[in-house]
Structure formats: C-alpha cells, structure tokens
C-alpha cells in the first residue's frame, strides 16, 4: 500500500497518512502499513502505550524522550498537536511544528495544517528522541492517541518540561482555544435583526444552519445522458456530482437535507439513499411538475419550518471553506438571506446582481448586458421570509419561478440581503463542456485536496514497474496498469479497470470496470464498462456507459472531440 508522507520542519519527526476503511460499523486503521518490516520499526516493538484526554482544552503528554523512538496513533476525537524539537544535536534544534489531528475538522481557519481519518487516513505521527510533544482535546469526549515504543518502558527516559517553558506552545494553543470558542459564541448566541415583519422574534436566537435543501429534478439540460440518468448523478471523480454538494453541507453542520426530485425518479433515491452514509437525515420531496428552484424552494417549507436554511442547488459545487464562511458571515451580519457570489467570465449566463455601494441592489436573471462582473452562485442561505418572498412569484418567461425573482422581493422590502465573495465554484449550464470543467474542478479541490501536494498518489490495485506514475493519481481496487504506460494527474482510475500501454493525462477520469489499450486520453470523463481501443488520441471527451470506442482506419487529424451517450459505438 502506498502511504503518504508529510514532512515537517523538525528533524525526526514525519506524518504519514495510513489507509483507513469505513463502514457503517466502524473504522479500521492499517497502523503497520507492510507490517512490521517497514523501515519506521525497524528498531522494533518493545512496548505499546495509549493516552487518553477526557477534557477538552485540558493538555495531554508534554514531555521528550531520550532514547525512545516512538510512533503515535490519533485513533478518536481531534486535538492541537504541538512539537518542539530540544535535542541540541539536531539540525533543526529549536524549531516548532503545530498540526490538528483527529476524525473532524473545525472548519475555521486557523493558519495550521489538518489532517482526518474521515478522509481514509489517519495521521501517524514518527518522533525521534528530543522531540517534545503535547496534545489539547479540541472536540467534546475522549481524544485517544495510542502509541508504540522502541524500547523498554524507563520512567528515566523522560524530560517532562512544562508546557509554559517550552516557546510558542501556550501561544499557538491559546489563538486556536480563543477562535474555536469565538466561533461557537458567535453562531450560537447571535440573535436575528429587526426588519419590517413585526412577527419576528426579537429574541430568537439562532443555532448552527441544520437544515438544507437540494434541488434535483430530472431534466433534459445534459442530452444525451440525462435522457436515460439523473444528470445529478453524472460521475465527477467517479462519484456522482451531488454528493459533493451534500459531503460539503454535512462539513458545515448540517444535519437534515430534503432532496426535490421528479415523481418516480427512484434512482437518485438508490443511489443517494437515507443518508447514514454521511450521518445525515435525507428525505425526498416530490416536485410535480419543472416550475424551477422557486417552486422547489416553495413545496419545501413544511420541511424547513422556522429555521434558517440553505438551498444548495444539486448541479452546482461550492467549497466547503467557502460554504462555512458564508453562513457565518449570514450570522454575523443578521441576515435575512445571504447571496454567494463568484466573479466570472461570461455573467450574462447567470443571475447578476447589480451592486452599489457594496449592498445588493437588484439581481438579474441571464441579462443581454450584465451590471457587474459577478455571478450568483448556486447556494442561498435564507431565514423564513424567503417564503413570503417566493409566495409573491408570478412565472417568468422561461416558465419558471426564478429565484432572483425571491432576492429581489427581499430587497424591495428592506430585508436585509448580504453577499459573500467565494474563491471557486462549478455550475452545469447544460454544455457537455461543462461536464469536463466539473469534473476538472473535483479533481483539483475535492478529490485531492490542495494541502495534499502535487505528487499524492493512492494505488489500491495493481501497477507494474513500466508504468510511470506523476503527480495526483487515484486507482481503485482490481484494477492493473501494465505495458508501458503514462499516468500523469491529475487522475482518477475505478475498480475492476485495465489499463495497458496507455497515455492517461491530467484531468481524466475513468469509471470502473473500463478497459483502455493502446490509447491516449486526456481531460476526459470516462463512465464505467466503456471500452476504448484505438490510437487515434482523444482529448476533451466524455464517452458514455457501456461505450466502445475501436480503430477503422489509420487516419488523421488526431485529437478528437466527442460526445457519446450510454451504449453507444464508433469507429474511429
């Protein structure tokens, strides 16, 4: 198994991100990857500790050793992990290293890198001898680290220097203390403004956003496929689009999500399903008939009650960062609803809002000749008078109850509508092309996260020695790469796949149970069981299920561009 290392500033001291597999019935951490003959034991097993913090914010460990090589495991909750390095032989004799481990991350920015075992690794932290190292609880119940040891247990082979003497570790502990609990005082004690609805309760205050809704009606927009899927379900990094939006709604909070979808769509509910995967409650609303989000945020408010919500539109990605600063600046500010906006290219395309004097003014929808560089994206983070606002619609001339419609009634009667500039954001307009840029943008910021580096590789099958590997790949379990090949990410290769004497390039993925010879592809989505067997190069591609695509004739130009639905052939 190839597991990741991160380095770090200190001399001995290295993290390496072990497999994990997760299931309805718990976790299983690989602590030994390639068993005990790996080179971090080399010097052996002598004796097996565990230290267990049952307070939060209260500091466990905080001590070096002498001789004693030690490996811990973060095995439950998640805590500030501080390192000092005091061996006055080392090169590094001096430096400090802050890092957050455990199976949540906080969400906040807090300048200190993060690493979780909901990401299928957990952290193993190697420390050499005169590492100092202390851990702070920083989520409610027991925070668990286990840990191995190179020799003997000696109650000598300790320097337990108090925590206040060693430089940087009261500071650094203090300013992640203070935001975390800033932020929870900031979201849980804010009460709501004063606007024009004299039912409002001045008193109310608000919780965390627990609730959201995911509009997903089947529809037309991406023919060929979505005459015979849910275009929702189209695969992004071999996993359907929309539980990109629901992994970054449970990120930030949320605890209940209705799905809206067309009567009889029994598919998005298979493949969806309840929602125990992401421990969160799903449920599926009916919509009758393609009235647009307006409606769907309409037939929703039994669901929604009096909360604050966010509607997140099901072909859209957002950032998770940029999702949780939003809903906190929704909070901060008191707002009736709050709009996130991502600067574009082509904002005739969206709805744009007009701004002035940084207040939304007016938001239009797909304008001849828009008012500002800016495109409304798709998640809305409303209070209830979004639905007095929707109740007020008339059909637009699309045939539609258009949601800038419901910003611009909050606007006109003096709620009070914030904006949130976000850095990144993918939307399905019904162009194929769209289709390569999503799965373009899950590759670079979902399915490999940034802080992950340029060169992280998972290789769960089997790839032989002639096959070159570069940058971010993925290959899924049963699946071999042989003959000379090419891999360079960033990728994502299935289950069950042969890939032989290929080029595969950056910004491709390839479904499961595909077969791929003597081919060249790139930036290109591949559904699973496709067949491809031919020389003939094919770029910005997205071939369907259960496609075959083989060599007619030697010919020219190369590079092509197509487009192929389910069960599809041709000869190329």
Known sequence: MVIKQITTPIKGLNLYLNKVVSDERGSYCDMAPGGTDSPLYSEGI???????????????????????????????????????????NSPTFGKSYAVILGYDKL?????????????????????????????????????????????KYDPEDYDRTKIEDVPGAIEIFEKVKNK???????????????????????????????????????????????????KHLIPFGNRPMIFYGIENLVAAGVKEIAIVIRENDNLIQRVVGDGSRWKVDIKYIIQKELLGVGN???????????????????????????????????????????????????????????????????????????????AVAGAYIYDQNAFKAVESLNLSSRGEYEISDVHNYLIDNNYKVSCQRISEWWKDRGNFKDLLNGNRFVLENCVFEKSAGSDCKKIDGFVEKSVKIEGRVKIGKNTRAVGRGLIRGPVVIGEGCLIKDCYIGPGTSIGNNVEIQNAE????????????????????SVIGRNSSITDKAHSIPYGNEMIMGENCQASI
């Open 180 to 230: 975390i609990l800033e932020n929870e005082k900031g979201i849980s004690r804010r009460s709501v403004s004063p606007s024009v609805d004299t039912e409002r309760l001045l008193a109310t205050e608000y919780l965390p956003i627990k609730k959201a809704i995911i509009p997903a009606a089947r529809s037309n927009q991406q023919r060929p496929f979505s005459h015979t899927i849910n």
């Open 107 to 151: 969400g906040l920015d807090l300048g200190i890198p993060e690493y979780t075992i909901n990401k299928e690794a957990a952290a193993q932290i190697a420390i050499s001898p005169g590492v100092y190292h202390v851990f702070w609880p920083l989520t409610d119940g027991q925070t668990v680290a286990a840990g191995i040891g190179s020799i």
């Open 296 to 374: 769907a945020l309409k037939i929703s408010r039994d669901f929604v009650g009096d909360d604050p919500f966010v509607l997140y539109l099901g072909d859209n990605i957002i950032l998770k960062e940029d999702l949780q600063k939003s809903i906190n600046k929704f909070f901060e500010e008191k707002s009736n609803a709050l709009l996130m906006l991502a600067e574009v290219d082509n904002p005739q395309m969206f709805g744009v809002p007009e701004i002035a004097n940084g207040k939304i003014i007016k938001v239009e929808e797909r304008p001849m000749h828009a008012k500002s560089k800016f």
């Open 521 to 540: 592809v790139e930036n290109s989505l591949i559904m699973e069981q496709a067949n491809i067997f031919t020389k003939n190069r094919i770029v910005n």
């Open 46 to 88: 002598k004796h097996i500790h565990a230290s267990i913090a049952t307070k939060r914010f209260v500091a466990r460990g905080g001590h070096y050793h002498f001789e004693l090589k030690e490996s811990l495991f973060n095995l439950s909750g998640t805590a500030l992990w501080y390192f000092y390095d005091f061996d006055k």
